[in-house]
Structure formats: C-alpha cells, structure tokens
C-alpha cells in the first residue's frame, strides 16, 4: 500500500511554488507577477478553503454576465 504524503496546512505559501502553479501548471494566464505577489505567505489551508469555497461563485457571475449580454432573462 502507498504511503500518502501529509500536508502541513498551517504553512504558507512560498512565492516559488505559487509561481509553479500560476506559471509552470498554466493557471494565471494573465498577470501572473500580481498572482504570485498576491498569493505568496497564504497559509496551503486558506488558500484551499478560499477556492473550495468561492470558485463555484465566480462562474456563476460568469454565467450572468454571459446571459445579459446574450439577453436571456432568467428567474
């Protein structure tokens, strides 16, 4: 059986990986410095918590503004 790795989720981010992530992995694809600068001392827990959170909330503003462009009117 594998051995799986503990995350120590009281630790902060290090503007290293933070920058391997927005940069190497592709998920800043604009302004990827402001990113890094933003995101570098987060604690891996909040960071987690953050985008468990409120990721799903974004794309339902994106939806909306999809629609009024489109003109859909929804209830």
């Not at 001392?41 to 909306?64: A, D, N, S, V």
């Amino acid at each position: 059986m594998q051995e799986i790795e503990k995350i120590n989720l009281s630790e902060p981010l290090t503007g290293e990986h933070v920058r391997k992530v927005a940069v190497q992995e592709g998920l800043a694809y604009t302004d990827p410095e402001g990113m890094i600068q933003n995101y570098t001392g987060w604690l891996k827990g909040r960071c987690l918590m953050t985008y468990g959170l409120t990721h799903g909330f974004q794309h339902l503003g994106e939806i909306e503004t999809i629609a009024t462009l489109l003109g859909v009117v929804y209830e």
